[in-house]
T-cell receptor, first 111, second 115 residues
Framework: QKEVEQNSGPLSVPEGAIASLNCTYS??????FFWYRQYSGKSPELIMS????GDKEDGRFTAQLNKASQYVSLLIRDSQPSDSATYLC???????????FGSGTRLSIRP | NAGVMQNPRHLVRRRGQEARLRCSPM?????VYWYRQLPEEGLKFMVY????????ESGMPKERFSAEFPKEGPSILRIQQVVRGDSAAYFC?????????????FGQGTRLTVV
């Protein structure tokens, strides 16, 4: 079982709709959860972090965390063509632990 | 307010040569992660360091690869006797401190090509 799992996609969403990206993780001791966006040929860019159960909103982005189900999600409202990228879910355990990345979900916003 | 700086951005090495990749963390950051990414693949963890200490090197290949983060200067990822399979993008990320609730920010990466 992979430590962090994501559907590789591609996920195609019409412009203006809500894009929903999902991630599961295997380590129940994980404490920190991140979403990064990576455009082709570029470096990952941090877009959201979440540390406690529930929802966290930042502009058009909402991160959701359910530690009991070991599940993290990212919602993108009013999707724009510029949101087309690969979205990486990342998980960190204890304070001295590494950050582990999922393999990413490719999102395509169609006009 | 400089971000994480990596150099060189592109590096070409012949098989058998050494590659040295440098990462200067953001100002005030004392922790560095190194990752390798092959085309169309995810980020593979290699090593997690703080100044003068390796915290976790569980992702480092046993041979030819080493990393350091001295008290002064950038973090260095060193690959000895490179082979074609080492061709990849190498990214570093920095964070301000140890702790679970700390975010990591990435540099632009070094694209290594072994010919």
């Amino acid at each position: 079982q992979k430590e962090v799992e994501q559907n590789s996609g591609p996920l195609s969403v019409p412009e203006g709709a809500i894009a929903s990206l999902n991630c599961t993780y295997s380590d129940r001791g994980s404490q920190s959860f991140f979403w990064y966006r990576q455009y082709s040929g570029k470096s990952p860019e941090l877009i959201m972090s979440i540390y406690s159960n529930g929802d966290k909103e930042d502009g058009r982005f909402t991160a959701q965390l359910n530690k009991a189900s070991q599940y993290v999600s990212l919602l993108i409202r009013d999707s724009q063509p510029s949101d087309s990228a690969t979205y990486l879910c990342a998980v960190k355990g204890s304070s001295a632990s590494k950050i582990i990345f999922g393999s990413g979900t490719r999102l395509s916003i169609r006009p | 307010n400089a971000g994480v700086m990596q150099n060189p951005r592109h590096l070409v090495r012949r098989r058998g040569q050494e590659a040295r990749l440098r990462c200067s963390p953001m100002k005030g950051h004392s922790h560095v992660y190194w990752y390798r990414q092959l085309p169309e693949e995810g980020l593979k963890f290699m090593v997690y360091l703080q100044k003068e200490n390796i915290i976790d090197e569980s992702g480092m290949p046993k041979e030819r690869f080493s990393a350091e983060f001295p008290k002064e200067g950038p973090s260095i990822l060193r690959i000895q006797q490179v082979v074609r399979g080492d061709s990849a993008a190498y990214f570093c990320a920095s964070s301000p401190r140890e702790g679970s609730n700390t975010e990591a920010f990435f540099g632009q990466g070094t694209r290594l090509t072994v010919v």
